[in-house]
């Protein structure tokens, strides 16, 4: 993806999930115009799910995700099965491709409808298939859903399913900014910028470049300085700044020197709301004064990278919970989607900012965490807890 694209986890995330050789991998290849998905006459030739990014008219920035068919057979076929439900729990929109006998389809849109996932019922291969208009008007009957009636070669019916899709769209989907309900338009906003082995040199972590992005449209002054310049660029400016934006791993020293009329808060903490479920992150954060060294916290981090020096998730911050709590706190760090399942053995999640991961995989862990009745906040919320400056932090 090149640097000016949109990032694939701001996306709208469009699954399509059905059998074996329903015509998956043609209809993604149909809607994005092009050979994304390979196509095979051979039942099972998807296997981990596919994604392209593209743009739509009249819906943006999307990723499509091609599934492995909802048949799949053995033991082989039971962790394509867990692939699949992976990407369901990232997808905004499905679409059902039905055939057959329709009794997997039922099983898998219940699911959906469990999720809250807007579905679209689709009948593809109508160059080849018969009875396409009786079978229509079966999934109205039987689950209330109108058919798109497509084919994948002819592009029979795909104008008319990229308007369902349009319509299907979840209301206020990534409408709300980074920042704008934070600032105003000539506000002056000042970031103070990390500068470790984490954000090494020539680059910015993707939170500061599109919290950036974001000021900017929102027109407002942005001004960076790393914490070792903070004073200096204070003392640069006429005024104190309306906002601070700093790294939640200098939560302590920005609070010590932040002028009285100016907000403060940090881009995990920007990203909690954004990506996820900001008043839940800080009801969690309460967690920590609970914690005791017979306590077990999983950490959870959206990247899968090798484990550096002073890793904010593997050292800093299970440091700063054992300072707190004693040596004895276990720690367990997951990375990427390995998530579990079961979670009732943790007494605290904290999870990163999630800038990799869409909004709707992050409330999708955060629902299993509420449902398992276990706290969950994020990075930013949990440090400026453990450094006592939660009171101070806007979000």
């Not at 998807?46 to 599934?67: N, Q, R, W």
């Not at 992050?362 to 440090?383: C, D, F, H, M, W």
């Amino acid at each position: 993806m090149s640097l000016t694209a949109t990032p694939s986890a701001n996306r709208l995330h469009i699954g399509l999930f059905g059998r074996r050789n329903s015509g998956k991998s043609s209809l993604v290849n149909a809607l994005t115009n092009q050979q994304t998905a390979v196509v095979s006459p051979v039942a099972g030739t998807t296997t981990d799910p596919v994604t392209k990014a593209m743009e739509i008219h009249g819906i943006g920035p999307c990723l499509f995700i091609d599934t492995a068919g909802l048949d799949d057979e053995g033991e082989l076929g039971g962790l394509r099965m867990e692939k699949t439900r992976e990407a369901m729990r990232k997808t905004d929109v499905a679409l059902l491709l039905f055939s057959g006998d329709f009794s997997l389809e039922a099983e898998w849109l219940k699911e959906l409808r469990q999720a809250k996932i807007p579905v679209i019922a689709v009948l593809n291969q109508a160059d080849v298939r018969e009875g396409l208009e009786e079978a229509a008007k079966e999934i109205e009957k039987r689950f209330g859903l109108t058919a798109c009636v497509v084919s994948a070669v002819t592009r029979q019916g795909i104008p008319a399913l990229l308007e369902q899709i349009a319509r299907a769209v979840p209301e206020g989907f990534e409408a709300e900014s980074i920042v704008g309900r934070l600032v105003s338009p000539g506000d002056v906003v000042l970031l103070v910028m990390p500068q470790d082995i984490q954000a090494p040199k020539g680059r910015l972590i993707l939170p500061q470049v599109q919290t950036i992005r974001d000021l900017l449209d929102h027109r407002c002054v942005v001004l960076s300085a790393t914490v070792d310049q903070l004073d200096g660029a204070l003392v640069a400016l006429k005024e104190a700044p309306e906002l601070i934006v700093t790294d939640s791993q200098a939560f302590a020293a920005v609070a010590a020197k932040k002028p009285e009329g100016s907000l403060l808060t940090s881009f995990s903490v920007l990203f909690a709301r954004y990506k996820g479920d900001i008043e839940a992150f800080v009801q969690g954060a309460g967690a920590i004064d609970r914690l005791t060294e017979q306590s077990h916290v999983l950490i959870a981090e959206a990247c899968t990278h090798a484990p550096l020096e002073e890793d904010i998730g593997r050292e800093k911050i299970p440091r700063m919970l054992r300072k707190r709590t004693g040596p004895g706190l276990r720690v367990t760090v997951v990375s990427g989607v390995d998530f579990p399942q079961d979670l009732s053995g943790y007494d605290l999640i904290i999870h990163c900012g999630a800038c990799m991961f869409n909004r709707k995989y992050v409330l999708s862990r955060i629902a299993r965490a509420k449902e398992q009745g276990v706290p969950v906040t994020n990075y930013g919320v949990a440090i400026a807890k453990l450094t006592g400056v939660l009171p101070q932090v806007v979000y």
